[in-house]
């Protein structure tokens, strides 16, 4: 089990879309293929949050993936298609309070979000 713990503020939620959304690569041999706990996770996400989809996915998919994504209902406030296929890298800044401003989760590939719980501090 995945476990984060994370404050009250807004956040900026960013996934990766092939292997971590839905089946990886699953576009290229059929169709789409919704991962496990994915609708569930990305629809209890606030409203005030940003959620970023990235993908190594090329443009010339970029039709048929907005349409599985609306087909689904999923959360999404932008996605962006052609990223570097290597590793993605954030830096952010620690709040005064010691606040850690940046989290990430490493999921097997195709494991879907079953196991991921995200837990709210009101103290953070």
Partial sequence: MEKIVLSKLPKT?????????VVHNGYKTGEDQ??????????QIPDED????LTG???????KTMEFIRQQ?????EILFEMPLGERILFNDRKP??????????L???SGLLDVQVDINGEL
Avoid: P
């Fill in 13 to 21: 939620w960013i996934f990766d879309f092939d292997g971590t959304l």
């Fill in 34 to 43: 919704l991962l496990a706990g994915v609708k569930d996770f990305l629809d």
């Fill in 50 to 53: 940003y959620v970023l989809i």
């Fill in 57 to 63: 996915r090329e443009k010339s998919a970029k039709e």
């Fill in 73 to 77: 209902g999923l959360r999404c406030d």
């Fill in 97 to 106: 309070s010691g606040l850690q401003m940046s989290h990430a989760v490493n």
């Fill in 108 to 110: 097997a590939r195709n």
